[in-house]
């Protein structure tokens, strides 16, 4: 929502001062489940019009983390040339219930135009905030507002406390930005950092070169981070236009531009200190190995002010927008939304490209995370020629998550023998081939690139599609040698991944007839120590253990007596101290005997007395020499007689 849109834009769109009639979707955060993180829930909720509650070409958003309350910018009133007099701040709860507003003057004392930028809710402080700014002159040094020409400079941040007064947001203290050196152009996004409570503010200095700010929430200026190598700003275009702050204060920005296949979707990172910008290699990574299709785009920009980048409450997953069509003065575009786990370094969720629902229409649309892991898009449809036309589309707030529907996803499926994935396939035989076809997977609008068969026996088959016009083969036949269970996997390749190639899908078969198991259980009996193992593996215990084995397998059983000890037999389904054979045909048992070997001991006496040993054994009045158990403590006592010592 910032005069520069109207400048910039062409007239076809320069009624974007403040966007379009609004529509806010809630995504649940990505988990890997059906439907790529789930699905529209409900019919939604959004009514145009200029009243409270409703929304009046909307651009702005701001999302509290930790409550679900959803903050709107748009228009209101107008002056008596016509023009919109007024922006408005309005607040709702999650589920789309008005609770307050603030309204800010568009042409305040100076009788200039001013812009709003951006809305920062930190929950922890009760604050909402926002940038206000004007056009000024080019050279810099001033903050005093132009009629025209020169270029935005943010002049304060507006704040305003998140509990209502009535229907009002109440007014605080605003936060005075400086001039000169330190002044912030062409402000691009704000955010709050919720580990220091620092305002974060993406824009340009006046060198033009991107810059990041860290401001107090007591209007401090904080450390800076100058980009005069000019990475955010990339000659391909898409340069970095939003931020997002972990919960440790780690800065997230995003750049885009290129054309497929080279990669156009590049994200960097800032320590809390705003020290160094760093590249991630994730995202390269995944984007090769996923084969993103679209990608983050220069066509995808905070036009009005809504963020383009969020993150998640616990910091690991980032999310954007990437563009398979894009909107028209007229015509809803089609957008999806990618979430990128940091922690695993790929995609864990990717919503749109439904029809009735599930469907992100405009290019600019915000989105910001919001309580529980969702994540809030702001997605209004662009008015047809000037500010106050009614959009082509849009008006509505839609709830997503795990449990609803409506969102595209490409699903690998296939039938074995003839039987579908909901059927089990019987006699099936080695030898003979078995037919498997992938003809009934949905590929959400794609045609298969590649087809990857892995058989489950050690063996993989390949099919790629012949020509450019045509696609991999569905169907494929493969033999198995030996009767078995067997796990075949599927994995399809698409020419046109829109929505992300298929999971890989998993189906067990059985061929032939599979040998029965029976158990074959060891135990170790006497005072010994000693390990037990077998051939095939299996067996490897010092005390008792079991394993299976097919029938009429022959388990050869190996004692190993520990030192000290030695083997003194078999017991059960072996016996004497050979060596111990067992095939399988029902449940065996075995126990092996592990005793202490014995050590002698000798006890020499001179002069007159007796000598006892404990435990009994040395009596040496008797007997000067025992045998006992390896390792055994043997106390010895001496009496002498009358006369001796």
Same mark, same amino acid.
């Given at each position: 929502?910032?005069?520069?849109?109207?400048?910039?834009?062409?007239?076809?769109?320069?009624?974007?001062?403040?966007?379009?009639?609004?529509?806010?979707?809630?995504?649940?955060?990505?988990?890997?489940a059906?439907a790529?993180?789930?699905?529209?829930i409900?019919?939604?909720?959004?009514?145009?019009?200029?009243?409270?509650?409703?929304?009046?070409?909307?651009?702005?958003?701001g999302?509290?983390?930790?409550?679900?309350s959803?903050?709107?910018?748009?228009?209101?009133?107008?002056?008596?040339?016509?023009?919109?007099?007024?922006?408005?701040?309005?607040?709702?709860?999650?589920?789309?219930?008005?609770q307050?507003?603030?309204?800010?003057?568009?042409?305040?004392?100076?009788?200039?135009?001013?812009?709003?930028?951006?809305?920062?809710?930190?929950?922890?402080?009760?604050?909402?905030?926002?940038?206000?700014?004007?056009?000024?002159?080019?050279?810099g040094?001033?903050?005093?507002?132009?009629?025209?020409?020169?270029k935005?400079?943010?002049?304060?941040?507006?704040?305003?406390?998140?509990?209502?007064?009535?229907?009002?947001?109440?007014?605080?203290?605003?936060?005075? &930005?400086?001039? #000169?050196?330190?002044?912030i152009y062409?402000?691009?996004?704000?955010?709050?950092?919720?580990?220091?409570?620092?305002?974060?503010?993406?824009?340009?200095e006046?060198?033009?070169?991107?810059?990041v700010?860290?401001?107090?929430?007591?209007?401090?200026?904080?450390?800076?981070?100058?980009?005069t190598?000019?990475?955010?700003?990339?000659?391909?275009?898409?340069?970095?236009?939003?931020?997002?702050?972990?919960?440790? /204060?780690v800065?997230?920005t995003m750049?885009? /531009?290129?054309?497929?296949p080279?990669?156009f979707?590049?994200?960097?990172?800032?320590?809390?200190?705003?020290?160094?910008?760093?590249?991630l290699?994730s995202?390269?990574?995944?984007?090769?190995?996923?084969?993103?299709?679209?990608?983050?785009?220069?066509?995808?920009?905070?036009?009005?002010?809504?963020?383009?980048?969020?993150?998640?409450?616990?910091g690991?997953?980032?999310?954007?927008?990437?563009?398979?069509?894009?909107?028209e003065?007229?015509?809803?575009?089609?957008?999806?939304?990618?979430?990128?786990?940091?922690?695993?370094?790929?995609?864990?969720?990717?919503? #749109?490209?439904?029809?009735s629902?599930c469907?992100?229409?405009?290019?600019?649309?915000?989105?910001?995370?919001?309580?529980g892991?969702?994540?809030?898009?702001?997605?209004?449809?662009?008015?047809?020629?000037?500010?106050?036309?009614?959009?082509?589309? /849009?008006?509505?707030?839609?709830?997503?998550?795990?449990?609803g529907?409506g969102?595209?996803?490409?699903?690998a499926k296939?039938?074995?023998?003839?039987?579908?994935?909901?059927?089990?396939?019987?006699?099936?035989?080695?030898?003979?081939?078995?037919?498997?076809?992938a003809?009934?997977?949905e590929?959400?609008?794609?045609?298969?690139?590649?087809?990857?068969?892995?058989?489950?026996?050690?063996?993989?088959?390949? &099919?790629?599609?012949?020509?450019?016009?045509?696609?991999?083969?569905?169907?494929?036949?493969?033999?198995y040698?030996?009767?078995?269970?067997?796990?075949?996997?599927?994995?399809?390749?698409?020419?046109?991944?829109?929505?992300?190639?298929?999971?890989?899908?998993?189906?067990?078969?059985?061929?032939?007839?599979?040998?029965?198991?029976?158990?074959?259980?060891?135990?170790?009996? #006497?005072?010994?120590?000693?390990t037990?193992?077998?051939?095939?593996?299996?067996?490897?215990?010092?005390?008792?253990?079991?394993?299976?084995?097919?029938?009429?397998?022959?388990?050869? &059983?190996?004692?190993?007596?520990?030192m000290?000890?030695?083997?003194?037999?078999?017991?059960?389904?072996?016996? /004497?101290?050979?060596?111990?054979?067992?095939?399988?045909s029902?449940?065996r048992?075995?126990?092996?005997?592990?005793?202490?070997?014995?050590?002698?001991?000798?006890?020499?006496?001179?002069?007159?007395?007796?000598?006892?040993?404990?435990?009994?054994?040395i009596?040496?009045?008797?007997t000067?020499?025992?045998?006992?158990?390896?390792?055994?403590?043997?106390?010895?006592?001496?009496?002498?007689?009358?006369?001796?010592?």
């Amino acid at each position: 929502m910032s005069v520069r849109d109207k400048v910039a834009r062409p007239a076809a769109v320069a009624w974007a001062v403040a966007a379009a009639l609004a529509v806010v979707a809630f995504l649940v955060a990505a988990q890997p489940a059906a439907a790529k993180g789930g699905g529209q829930i409900g019919s939604g909720w959004g009514t145009p019009g200029s009243a409270n509650g409703q929304f009046f070409n909307p651009a702005m958003l701001g999302v509290d983390p930790v409550d679900g309350s959803v903050y709107t910018g748009d228009l209101a009133g107008t002056t008596s040339e016509g023009e919109t007099a007024k922006y408005r701040i309005q607040k709702f709860t999650a589920a789309g219930s008005f609770q307050a507003a603030a309204e800010i003057p568009r042409f305040p004392a100076t009788g200039k135009l001013a812009s709003l930028q951006g809305i920062a809710v930190d929950h922890g402080l009760g604050r909402i905030y926002a940038i206000e700014g004007c056009r000024v002159a080019a050279a810099g040094g001033s903050l005093s507002c132009l009629g025209f020409g020169g270029k935005v400079g943010a002049r304060k941040i507006l704040v305003y406390s998140t509990t209502p007064e009535g229907s009002a947001l109440k007014a605080l203290s605003p936060i005075e &930005l400086p001039a #000169g050196a330190e002044e912030i152009y062409e402000p691009q996004a704000i955010a709050v950092d919720p580990a220091s409570h620092d305002i974060v503010v993406l824009g340009n200095e006046n060198a033009k070169h991107r810059i990041v700010q860290r401001i107090s929430s007591a209007g401090v200026l904080g450390a800076r981070y100058t980009d005069t190598a000019d990475v955010l700003k990339p000659a391909s275009g898409g340069a970095a236009n939003s931020l997002a702050v972990s919960p440790t /204060g780690v800065v997230y920005t995003m750049t885009g /531009g290129g054309t497929p296949p080279s990669l156009f979707t590049k994200l960097y990172k800032l320590p809390a200190g705003l020290g160094s910008l760093e590249a991630l290699a994730s995202v390269p990574a995944a984007a090769g190995s996923e084969e993103w299709l679209n990608g983050w785009e220069s066509s995808v920009e905070a036009f009005y002010g809504g963020p383009q980048l969020a993150i998640s409450e616990d910091g690991d997953t980032l999310y954007w927008k990437e563009q398979i069509k894009r909107s028209e003065e007229a015509e809803a575009g089609e957008l999806t939304v990618r979430a990128f786990s940091l922690g695993k370094g790929q995609t864990v969720g990717l919503w #749109g490209g439904g029809s009735s629902s599930c469907k992100i229409t405009t290019n600019s649309a915000g989105l910001a995370a919001t309580t529980g892991g969702n994540l809030v898009v702001f997605d209004f449809g662009q008015a047809t020629k000037k500010s106050t036309d009614t959009p082509a589309y /849009g008006r509505k707030v839609y709830t997503f998550g795990p449990s609803g529907s409506g969102c595209k996803e490409a699903v690998a499926k296939f039938s074995v023998a003839g039987k579908s994935e909901a059927e089990t396939p019987t006699g099936l035989k080695p030898g003979e081939a078995i037919a498997f076809n992938a003809s009934a997977s949905e590929l959400a609008g794609g045609a298969r690139k590649e087809m990857v068969w892995k058989w489950g026996d050690g063996t993989e088959t390949v &099919l790629a599609a012949p020509s450019e016009s045509e696609e991999a083969p569905a169907t494929a036949n493969h033999t198995y040698t030996a009767a078995g269970t067997y796990t075949v996997k599927l994995q399809i390749k698409l020419k046109v991944p829109l929505f992300d190639n298929p999971d890989v899908r998993e189906r067990t078969i059985t061929v032939g007839t599979a040998a029965p198991q029976f158990t074959l259980k060891v135990k170790k009996s #006497g005072n010994g120590q000693g390990t037990l193992t077998s051939n095939p593996a299996g067996i490897n215990c010092g005390s008792a253990c079991e394993a299976e084995y097919s029938e009429g397998t022959e388990v050869t &059983l190996t004692p190993s007596p520990a030192m000290g000890s030695e083997f003194t037999g078999w017991s059960g389904a072996c016996t /004497g101290t050979g060596t111990c054979k067992v095939t399988m045909s029902q449940l065996r048992e075995v126990s092996a005997g592990f005793a202490l070997e014995k050590r002698l001991l000798k006890v020499t006496k001179t002069g007159s007395g007796q000598v006892t040993s404990s435990p009994s054994g040395i009596n040496c009045a008797v007997t000067c020499e025992a045998l006992f158990d390896y390792g055994a403590e043997v106390t010895l006592s001496a009496s002498a007689e009358e006369g001796s010592t």
